[in-house]
């Protein structure tokens, strides 16, 4: 199995900018995740979905931040306007049914997002 | 306010020894507990998770939990260079999937 991409690994961008990072999950798991990890923070939830469904958007820190799941192997975490303190390392994981596997979190690489 | 601690370290052990890596948290309902490891630049990939009081032990790592005491644990026996990341510790408390709650993680550097 190729794991959960992510794109772009890396994205530098200004102040005032659209940023939108994707994400496809493994295929046949129910649950993705997006988190987004600073060294003051550590790694946060933002949002996760079941079956496409968002289920707890209460990590989101604000309106600039959107996350979409048109279909099962696709997803889109967008940020309008980016600000600095947007600059992370955002995750995009995702999970096998919740009846199997004790909860077990699979991690992308990893998009890695500095605003200047 | 849910919350996961963990000591930042840096811990430093010598090649050979045990490290003992701990958590706390703040909910007594939690359900699982998972350690991750992240090497630098990396993603977080699970090592164990253990729901039952007591040990587990997979290999070189043993889990310990004590829900009374509300803490967990992660040892690492005859430790090697390449176990030289940071070890988060993850905390569900039950009901939906999503609430794994992570700690800022703890840094192990094992020295040859």
């Known amino acids: 199995d190729a794991g959960v991409i992510q794109s772009p690994r890396h994205e530098v961008t200004e102040m005032g900018q659209e940023v939108t990072l994707r994400c496809k999950p493994i295929s046949g798991h129910d649950y993705l995740f997006w988190y987004r990890q600073t060294m003051m923070r550590g790694l946060e939830l933002l949002i996760y979905f079941n079956n496409n469904v968002p289920i707890d958007d209460s990590g989101m820190p604000e309106d600039r931040f959107s996350a979409k799941m048109p279909n099962a192997s696709f997803s889109t975490l967008k940020i309008q306007p980016s600000e600095p303190r947007d600059s992370a390392v955002y995750f995009c994981?995702?999970?096998?049914?919740?009846?199997?596997?004790?909860?077990?979190?699979?991690f992308g690489e990893g998009s890695w997002l500095t605003v200047v | 306010q849910k919350e996961v601690e963990q000591n930042s370290g840096p811990l430093s052990v010598p090649e050979g020894a045990i490290a003992s890596l701990n958590c706390t948290y703040s909910d007594r309902g939690s359900q699982s507990f998972f350690w991750y490891r992240q090497y630098s630049g990396k993603s977080p990939e699970l090592i164990m998770f253990?729901?039952?009081?007591g040990d587990k032990e997979d290999g070189r790592f043993t889990a310990q939990l004590n829900k009374a005491s509300q803490y967990v644990s992660l040892l690492i026996r005859d430790s090697q260079p390449s176990d030289s990341a940071t070890y988060l510790c993850?905390?569900?408390?039950?009901?939906?999937?999503?609430?794994?709650?992570f700690g800022k993680g703890t840094k192990l550097s094992v020295k040859p």
């Open positions: 994981a995702s999970s096998p049914d919740r009846a199997s596997s004790g909860n077990t979190i699979y």
């Open positions: 993850a905390v569900n408390y039950g009901g939906s999937q999503g609430n794994l709650i």
């Open positions: 253990i729901y039952s009081n």
